[in-house]
């Protein structure tokens, strides 16, 4: 079944200190894409997020963010980082043993310098990122499925418009065919008459001509393109790839169809399948 690759989705996960919570949006992309915006102590999580990412989605371009929000009762307590302190001793030290420079390192300036006061992690429970994130993907994904069935009826829809407009060409293809005979022959006729041209190779020729224009064939390819179509959009696998190929494939013919025939009726059908398979290649771009 088709999965459109554009969706949106929120959700939240409720913890004892804080609580989770995150958007995720993905749109086209002729690749995978996966960019995660988590708090900064979800970083040790961020390759494993990604991996899971990459299981839900198959194709598109995939943005996920992510914050964590402590409750008022769990702030966080400031602390004394021991060992940017001993640095700064040690500079100092160094300076004064080696360059011999004057003046002391007085707690006012040591507690103005960077990182001396530091505040505890504000970290995110691994139970609640990864069910915020479980859930952003689910969401997401019962949105694509919605989106991906109404892209599934549409093409239906087309092909079924497609497939009406072969048949009455495949029928009306004969008549068409022996009218183009019928007047060839006559013209065959009137020039064998008025001069001494070898009949059986104009015959011979004439027979070459009708088979360059005998569309059978391409007829037959495309209504099996349809077929193929058709299952494709059963598959469970990922099949946006593959419907654009077998599009491609539906054009040549169709375009084949229409320089081979020197008919206004069918020229006229040909040029509503062309229509209703470039609206469908429309679609098909936004499938996973």
Same mark, same amino acid.
């Given at each position: 079944m088709p999965k459109s690759m554009t969706g949106f989705s929120r959700a939240e996960a409720e913890a004892t200190n804080g609580k989770c919570s995150g958007e995720a949006r993905s749109l086209n992309s002729r690749y995978l894409e996966v960019s995660l915006k988590l708090p900064k102590s979800a970083a040790v999580f961020?390759?494993? &997020?990604?991996? +899971?990412? !990459?299981?839900?989605?198959?194709? @598109?371009?995939?943005?996920? $963010?992510?914050?964590?929000?402590?409750? =008022?009762?769990?702030?966080?307590l400031p602390a004394l980082n021991e060992e940017?302190?001993?640095?700064? #001793?040690?500079?100092?030290?160094? +300076?004064?043993? /080696?360059? @011999?420079?004057? @003046?002391? +390192?007085?707690?006012?300036?040591? &507690?103005?310098? !960077?990182?001396?006061?530091?505040?505890?992690?504000?970290? #995110?429970?691994?139970?609640? &990122?990864?069910?915020?994130?479980? /859930? &952003?993907? $689910?969401?997401?994904?019962? =949105?694509?499925?919605?989106e991906g069935e109404l892209i599934r009826q549409d093409l239906l829809g087309r092909l079924e418009k497609i497939h009406s407009a072969l048949? *009455?060409?495949?029928?009306?293809?004969? %008549?068409?065919i022996k009218k183009h005979e019928e007047t060839l022959r006559e013209k065959v006729q009137k020039v064998t008459q008025a001069s001494s041209i070898d009949e059986s190779r104009i015959l011979q020729e004439l027979a070459i001509y009708m088979e360059r224009i005998d569309i059978a064939e391409e007829i037959s390819r495309l209504g099996g393109h349809i077929g193929h179509f058709k299952q494709t959009l059963n598959s469970p696998d990922e099949?946006?790839?593959?419907?654009?190929?077998?599009?491609?494939?539906?054009?040549? *013919?169709?375009? $084949?169809? @229409?320089?081979?025939?020197?008919?206004?009726?069918? %020229? *006229?059908?040909?040029?509503?399948?062309?229509? =209703?398979? *470039?609206k469908m290649r429309e679609q098909v771009q936004n499938v996973e």
């Amino acid at each position: 079944m088709p999965k459109s690759m554009t969706g949106f989705s929120r959700a939240e996960a409720e913890a004892t200190n804080g609580k989770c919570s995150g958007e995720a949006r993905s749109l086209n992309s002729r690749y995978l894409e996966v960019s995660l915006k988590l708090p900064k102590s979800a970083a040790v999580f961020e390759q494993r &997020l990604r991996e +899971l990412a !990459k299981q839900r989605v198959k194709r @598109g371009r995939l943005d996920v $963010t992510v914050k964590w929000e402590r409750t =008022e009762e769990s702030f966080a307590l400031p602390a004394l980082n021991e060992e940017a302190i001993r640095w700064y #001793v040690d500079v100092a030290r160094h +300076l004064k043993e /080696t360059y @011999g420079l004057q @003046g002391d +390192l007085t707690l006012e300036s040591l &507690l103005n310098a !960077k990182d001396i006061i530091v505040y505890e992690e504000n970290n #995110v429970p691994e139970e609640a &990122l990864y069910g915020c994130f479980e /859930t &952003l993907l $689910t969401k997401l994904n019962e =949105e694509r499925e919605r989106e991906g069935e109404l892209i599934r009826q549409d093409l239906l829809g087309r092909l079924e418009k497609i497939h009406s407009a072969l048949s *009455e060409v495949e029928q009306r293809w004969p %008549s068409v065919i022996k009218k183009h005979e019928e007047t060839l022959r006559e013209k065959v006729q009137k020039v064998t008459q008025a001069s001494s041209i070898d009949e059986s190779r104009i015959l011979q020729e004439l027979a070459i001509y009708m088979e360059r224009i005998d569309i059978a064939e391409e007829i037959s390819r495309l209504g099996g393109h349809i077929g193929h179509f058709k299952q494709t959009l059963n598959s469970p696998d990922e099949i946006g790839r593959k419907l654009d190929f077998i599009i491609q494939e539906m054009v040549r *013919e169709a375009n $084949t169809i @229409g320089s081979k025939s020197n008919d206004l009726y069918t %020229s *006229e059908r040909v040029i509503q399948i062309k229509v =209703e398979i *470039e609206k469908m290649r429309e679609q098909v771009q936004n499938v996973e």
